[in-house]
């Protein structure tokens, strides 16, 4: 017996049941992405391992624990894309799109961690992500939280937002020095993630998950002493903005992100009903990136979903995820009915385009109408050799208390279009 080829651990099918769900939370936010000015781009699953190494930080756990890495036949490293902003920057670049000019964009598809898999967390996971380059000003900050707002609103997702600054790196400089000063007091008490992070990177200290580090965590020292008058009047205006609208939020000081591309505006929507898994958006300013890349001093923001969590929490909601019921279901009666069967059909979907039409197995009738009823179709429609011989098809309404009805094989376009619309 051949044994059963089973799927990569924590890289998950996505099955039709689900699909509903999916196709809501994609077509919403395109949406929202078109009425605000923002193009797709559709970018590579696998890049350079450098250009990721070089963006997201080498003392980053998504850089040191989680690529997925290999060397191709040419010998080049190669990775699979565990996040997409770097990547995007990384397209503009290769083709002049931020050659004096200004992008508003957007991507989706398939990442890759290698996590340990649970709720809301997988190996191959979904994100879409939304970027602007080239812009400044706080206004866009302050639009990309405003459409993720809108986003939930759209999709029935309750979440609540937390941001925070960062400043620029070289406001970091005095803050980082702190936060050495700080954690080396109590260096015993460190973990060994935190203790390696001390020198190199202590900002990543303060995003650690580690229960037993969260009470030294909140004694640190608070980045907002620190900010620079640029940063803090930056972050003002984001704020202002914000509230302006209506969006409530809340500062969180211990906010940093885990990629080390971010300056200035951070920021989370997160949610207590995925477990551990908490984030559900995240974002912030990348002012640095592009030039880490290797162009120009370019600034940037954006963020980036879950499509899977999201899609948690609208089951959570009580989301209806069952999909469109057919309008039609085709039933026919022996060889020569099955065939007209298949040409009528298609005749009816050209002729109709908006009608949902399926056709069954070939079967005896009575199971066949079983099945029609079954569907949740409205109407069965019967095709036999009385049928044929009269130039007429049975229409059977299978939701109401109606007669079935003949109606001529040249009428059927009509007769459908009119009771479909009749029913919007």
Not at 386 to 415: I, M, N
């Amino acid at each position: 017996m051949v044994t059963l080829i089973q799927p990569v651990r924590g890289m998950n099918d996505i099955l039709p049941d689900d699909e509903r769900l999916w196709e809501t939370v994609e077509a919403a936010a395109a949406d929202l992405f078109r009425r605000y000015g923002y193009r797709r781009i559709r970018i590579p699953v696998l890049e350079k391992t450098d250009l990721f190494r070089r963006s997201i930080g080498e003392m980053t756990d998504i850089v040191e624990k989680e690529m997925y890495t290999f060397e191709d036949r040419n010998g080049d490293s190669l990775t699979l894309r565990p996040e997409a902003t770097a990547s995007v920057v990384r397209a503009c670049l290769s083709h002049g799109l931020l050659h004096n000019r200004q992008q508003k964009l957007w991507c989706s598809g398939p990442m890759f961690r290698h996590e340990k898999p649970q709720k809301g967390r997988h190996r191959q996971f979904h994100q879409i992500n939304i970027e602007a380059l080239g812009h400044a000003e706080p206004e866009v900050d302050a639009e990309l939280i405003v459409m993720s707002a809108r986003l939930w609103d759209a999709l029935g997702v309750h979440a609540t937002l937390e941001i925070n600054s960062l400043g620029t790196p070289a406001s970091r400089t005095g803050y980082k020095q702190a936060l050495v000063d700080h954690f080396d007091r109590r260096r015993g008490d460190l973990d060994a993630d935190s203790s390696r992070r001390l020198q190199r990177n202590p900002l990543r200290i303060l995003d650690s998950k580690n229960p037993a580090m969260q009470e030294l965590i909140a004694g640190a020292p608070v980045l907002e002493d620190y900010l620079d008058p640029e940063s803090r009047d930056h972050f003002e205006r984001v704020r202002t903005l914000l509230t302006d609208v209506g969006v409530e939020f809340t500062v969180n000081p211990r906010l940093v992100r885990g990629l080390d591309y971010y300056t200035r505006t951070v920021f989370e929507w997160v949610t207590d009903r995925l477990g551990a898994q908490s984030a559900v958006c995240s974002g912030g300013r990348y002012d640095g990136l592009v030039s880490q890349i290797g162009g120009r001093e370019t600034p940037g923001v954006g963020w980036a979903l879950g499509v899977e969590r999201v899609v948690e929490l609208m089951r959570d909601e009580g989301f209806d995820d069952t999909g469109p019921e057919p309008d039609v279901y085709v039933v026919g009666v022996g060889d020569r009915a099955q065939r007209e069967c298949f040409s009528t059909a298609e005749r009816l979907r050209d002729a109709v385009p908006a009608v949902r039409l399926v056709m069954g197995p070939p079967g005896g009738f009575r199971a066949q109408l079983r099945k029609a009823d079954r569907s949740g179709a409205r109407y069965a429609l019967i095709v036999g050799d009385d049928e044929l011989a009269a130039g007429k098809f049975s229409v059977k309404p299978l939701r109401e208390d109606r007669a079935q009805e003949l109606v001529p094989r040249d009428e059927l376009a009509g007769w459908f279009e009119r009771e479909l619309g009749r029913k919007q």
